[in-house]
């Protein structure tokens, strides 16, 4: 493989453990022991301290996503290309850069990577001051627990393309670590969101409604129950990204009251695979 990078040993996982949990890349030390022994491919380390974990993007792609990467801009070139050997053995087709701001893209673009997508970054203070609670006659949003897995797929699945949807493996994990709230009528499932609590901030990671129950104010109940929780866990924030050209989701977030941050992120790809 390419520049001196090599799997990490027992060792130097030990090292990386606390860097890795503090940066949420793993949930501690027993899954990064677990990718140890199962796939030791995914944790990459050099000589000069340069460290990159990668994972698959979804079950259901093969792309390879990098899920860190700790080197100088000056070494991303070597760190791709090690990246790249790694992709080839394992067969995947493509690779996935971490969201990285666009003013700091260029090493990628250099290395022959392009911007997939752009994400616009939007936020939401003086939570307390929401006005009571957005409602539409006969919907009720619950928090989702694990048996409601296939149903939150099937949602994801009607709502995003292949790129973005969820495989089991990564829904699943939310269970543990975010909030996962259903919005249903009579016991039929809508839409969904996710969002996480982290110290005074809540990440909306997920909002979405299936397509034939849209432009009802579903969408607008799912959010306005994300901020009632986030304020009631104690946080001041709601942050959440959203593609630059998705105009329908970013009309409902300014009408919400969140405001656009200016901050963008990209996704870049390879396009090894002809995207
Ligand atoms: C974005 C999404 C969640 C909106 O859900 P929804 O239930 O249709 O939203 P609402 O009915 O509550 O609409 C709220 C506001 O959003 C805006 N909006 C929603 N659909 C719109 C459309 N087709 N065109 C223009 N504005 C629209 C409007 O400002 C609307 O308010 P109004 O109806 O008073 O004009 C839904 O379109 C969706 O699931 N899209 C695919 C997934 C996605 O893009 N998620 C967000 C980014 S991760």
Redesign the pocket.
Known sequence: MAAGFHNADATEIARLTRTLTAARVVDGQAELESIHASEPWRIRVSARGDAAVVSRWRDHLPYLAIDALWCPVTRIGDALADIRAVADTQGFTDIVSPPTPVEEMHPYVAEGMRPCVILATYQRSHLAEAAGRSAVEGIVVRTADPDDLRVLLDIDAR??DSFWRYDARHLSRFFASSRLAIAEQNGEAL?YTLCTVSGSEGLLG????VPE?????????LLSDTVHYVCGQGGQRVLLS??TE????Q??YR?AGFRDTGRRYAFLRDGRDGA
């Not at 997920?206 to 409604?209: A, G, N, P, S, T």
């Not at 129950?213 to 109940?221: C, K």
């Open positions: 709502c995003f839409g997920r909002l979405c409604v129950r849209r432009r009802e104010g579903i969408g607008s109940v959203t593609q998705n105009a329908v989701s009309r409902l009408g």
